[in-house]
Structure formats: C-alpha cells, structure tokens
C-alpha cells in the first residue's frame, strides 16, 4: 500500500480548477515537502514541481503545488484537455529512509 | 540534451534474475542521484532504491533488500539493476530516473514479465 495518502479521482469540467491533495506524516511530507509527477498512459512520469515547490523548465504556470503541515497539493487551473492524466506525489520519507509515493490520483476532465 | 535509455523488455521465468541497464547521457554522471522505480500493470509507482556515483553508495528499498543489486559503470554514463529469485508480482515496468528536486528525468522503461 502507498505510504502517501491519494484520493484515487477527481473529476472536474474543462477551464475549471482542480486542487488534488497527498497527505503523509512528519516524517516526510511535514518535513521535506512533496513533488509531483504527471503519468499519461504508457509513458514515463514527469516531474511537474519539485520537492520546494518549484516548477522545472517547460512546466506550464498551471501547476501550482504548495504544502501546509503534512498535507501537500497540486493546484490546476484553467484545466486543459491533456491535463488528464494519473498525478502522483513523491518524498523523502526520514524515518523509513526511504522515498514513498502516493498511490495516484486520476483526474478526468469532464 | 539529457537522455536516460534503457535496455529492452525482458520475459523471464519465475526463480531467474534479470538485469537491467540505463545508459545516461548530457549531464555530469557522478554529480546526481540516480533511482530505479518500478510499477506493476496498472499500479502506482514503487521505489526501489537509490545509487549515489560520487558517494560510491547504494540504498535499497527494504522490501527488496536480498534481491536486488544496484550498479554503475562511470566509463559509460550506465546505472544496472539486477533483480534475482523472480515471481510473477515482478512483473513491471522498471524505470531508472535521475534525482534533481525530485525524480526529474525518466528513462522509456523496461518491461519485465515473469511468467511461466
């Protein structure tokens, strides 16, 4: 099982915005933040924001993550038709010495 | 141009090994993390451990600890995960990505499938 909290769906209409959750512990989201990685089907993920919260070169401003406390999320605004997609978070875990992943959020675009 | 390509899909029976590589190319090799992560058909993403080149060190995923072995070869940019003693639940795609802020680059995968 995922050692980071997803939802498993979240659906949303087209131009609307989605705010996608990935709950942990103090051990890892609380202290080292959480990255977030993009997955369409049969293909490798991309990164979209890394563990502070920074977008890599060529990532659209409509990905916004932020954290508070231990729950980081990934903001999508003016949701696009190939923003569907499974989105997965990521970090370093302290205590497990370990990276762990959420199990993924699919979001479809309605 | 930064690459990660990986070797081709592999089918092998359960009890064999397999051995994957991941050749690097247009960043410095010794400077960044490297991982392999995998994920089983329709699963979320699994890691399975970490290889720090300048450190000379490797960590590996407890639950993979005995099985698996992780190496580089600096002459040729190359990470190597070896997997021993397979079952079917190995069955996966494998992936090698380069740590920058999290797992920013990714390689195309290798399938594996254990059957018998």
């Known amino acids: 099982q995922a050692f980071l909290a997803q939802p498993p769906s979240v659906s949303k209409d087209l131009g609307q915005t989605a705010t996608l959750t990935c709950t942990g512990s103090a051990d890892n989201v609380g202290s080292r933040g959480a990255a977030w990685l993009q997955q369409h089907q049969g293909h490798p993920p991309k990164l979209l924001s890394s563990t502070d919260n920074n977008r890599p070169s060529g990532i659209s401003e409509r990905f916004l993550a932020s954290r508070s406390g231990n729950t980081a999320s990934l903001t999508i605004i003016r949701l696009l038709p190939e923003d569907e997609a499974d989105y997965y978070c990521s970090t370093w875990d302290t205590s497990l010495s370990a990276w762990v992943f959420g199990g993924g959020t699919k979001l479809t675009v309605l | 141009q930064l690459l990660l390509v990986q070797s081709g899909a592999e089918v092998k029976k359960p009890g064999a090994s397999v051995k994957l590589s991941c050749k690097t190319s247009?960043?410095?090799?010794?400077?960044?993390?490297m991982h392999w992560i995998r994920q089983a058909p329709g699963q979320g993403l699994e890691w399975m451990g970490i290889i720090k080149p300048r450190a000379g060190r490797t960590t590996y995923a407890q639950r993979f600890q005995g099985r698996v072995t992780m190496a580089w070869d600096t002459s040729t940019s190359t990470i190597f995960m070896e997997l021993i003693s397979l079952k079917s639940d190995d069955t996966a795609v494998y992936f090698c990505a380069r740590e920058a802020g999290g797992f920013s680059d990714w390689g195309q995968g290798s399938l594996v499938i254990v059957s018998s």
């Open positions: 247009g960043y410095s090799f010794m400077d960044f993390y």
